[in-house]
């Protein structure tokens, strides 16, 4: 069975002017991406498994920078093993531009994987992180371990098994997106948990609804968690807008990034019953002392000042709808 993983073809894909226009966008998967895999290299947090689809940058981080991640990737973590023990695993999770994102593997060793975890990004990010699949028996063997059947599906965009899909899609094309989840067996009827890390900020508005709204509407049970920027009309803000469009990174939605109030508006009017938002600076001082003082003694920070305006401008939601009975509600930071 481990042949079949190795030997599966990868079909080269041209591209299209689509491709091109969201270049900036994909260049911050990789930025993402090494941010990450510095971070752990210092010691923020364990991955053994991000060393082996990205590599290591021989540009040291910021400080502040690595204590942003820290914070981002506890408190995702947090949220999702929240929803996991409520539904006790009898669920699904849609990783919604998963990039180069280990959560599958972290939480197989951790024995809390769903029935089934779905990963959907661009088709040639999903291609690279099929290849690094492929190639790396740390990454392909959980998959084949947990396969029921003598063969996968897969091909150049897109990896289907028992337990893990991999998908290149676009998320901006809803009936592209729901038809290649189906192939997969994305089974509506099990409470879902979706998960998007600035992902909806760089969709237009009536797109990024249209995404939560076909959320909301395809399960009865779901919870939707949303990592992204916020407080963005300040100057502060602004000077963040103006960095990335100088590397044609334009962020089409942050006019729903405007408040914490207004990115729950957001949910609750795509049809999301209840709405919670969090700044990132507020789920700083969250987080456990312990682990505050494990990773403030790795590096020295010269401006905490800094660290407050950057964790100012980023803020984690989470919305949820039915699961009444699971109390999804209660679900909290």
Known sequence: ????????????SSSSPTDTDDEG??????????????????????????????????ERKAPEINRGYFARVHGVSQLIKAFLRKTECNCQILNLGAGMDTTFW????EDLLPSKYFEIDFPMIVTRKLHSIKL??????????????????????????????????????????????????????????????????????????????WAAKSFETAMFINYEQVNMDDRFGQIMIENLRRR??????????????????????SGWESASAIDMMELY??????????????????????????????????ATKGGSELGLKEVTY
């Open 285 to 318: 001082g969250k987080l456990p002392r312990a682990e505050v003082s494990r990773i403030e003694s790795l590096e020295f920070l010269d401006e905490m000042e800094l660290l407050e305006q950057l964790m100012q401008h980023y803020c984690l939601c989470w």
């Open 106 to 109: 972290r939480l197989k060793d």
């Open 25 to 58: 966008v994909r260049g911050t998967c990789e930025d993402a991406s090494i941010c990450k895999r510095f971070a752990v290299s210092v010691g923020y947090w364990q991955d053994p498994y991000i060393q082996h689809l990205v590599r290591l940058s021989k």
């Open 136 to 213: 790396k028996p740390l990454l392909s063997k959980p998959i084949l371990d947990l396969h029921s059947e003598d063969t996968l599906q897969m091909d150049g965009h897109m990896l289907d098994s028992t337990r893990y899909a991999i998908i290149g899609a676009d998320l901006r094309d809803i009936p592209e997106l729901e038809e290649k989840l189906k192939k997969c067996n994305m089974n509506t009827q099990l409470p879902t948990l979706l998960i998007a890390e600035c992902v909806l900020v760089y969709m237009t508005p009536e797109q990024s609804t249209n995404l939560l709204k």
């Open 248 to 269: 044609q990174c334009d962020l089409a939605g942050v006019e729903t990034c405007k408040s914490l109030e207004s990115q729950k508006e957001r949910l609750l009017s």
């Open 1 to 12: 069975m481990a042949t079949s993983l190795r030997r599966a073809s990868f079909t080269a």
